[in-house]
């Protein structure tokens, strides 16, 4: 006959592996980017974490976006994000599309120069809105 203790184990043990008391690497998030006032048309906006690949989102024409992080989840990983936008010109030349000029400031275009973080919480994100300007 087991004791009460191995037969707590027995049936506590499976739920620490198969659920409840992990908490979640990703959430769900959405937002909008503005350039100057109007809501910036085409890009990209990416979330980086401090550690784990970079979530990634296109924007819409109405500047809205959603991120995914690929192969991992949607939304983007928990905690303090950087945040990187970038939005250029794109012409097709003979069948092959090239990037043009870029239509917001470079600084944007970097993690480190951007100047923009987020911070995703586990649950209940406000959308992120982003407000580019020409002059910092």
């Known amino acids: 006959m087991l004791s009460r203790t191995a037969c707590l184990l027995i049936v506590v043990t499976p ?10 690497n990703y959430a769900p998030v ?3 980017v503005y350039y100057n006032g109007k809501p910036l048309a085409k890009g ?9 690949q970079p979530a990634r989102g296109t924007i819409q024409t109405d500047g809205t976006f959603k991120l995914e992080t690929p192969g991992e989840a949607e939304g983007a990983r928990i905690g303090l994000n ?16 090239a990037l043009g000029r870029m ?3 470079e600084r944007y275009n ?3 120069t951007s100047g923009l973080t987020a911070e995703v919480k586990p649950a209940d994100n406000d959308r992120f809105v982003f407000r580019l300007q020409d002059k910092p």
């Open 110 to 112: 970097d993690f480190v």
């Open 30 to 32: 959405t937002g909008q």
């Open 44 to 52: 990209v906006v990416m979330f980086q974490p401090s550690n784990g």
């Open 82 to 97: 950087q945040v990187r936008i970038s939005s250029r010109e794109t012409h097709a030349d003979a069948g092959e599309i």
């Open 103 to 105: 239509l917001i400031p």
């Open 15 to 24: 739920s620490l592996f198969f659920g409840g008391c992990s908490e979640p």
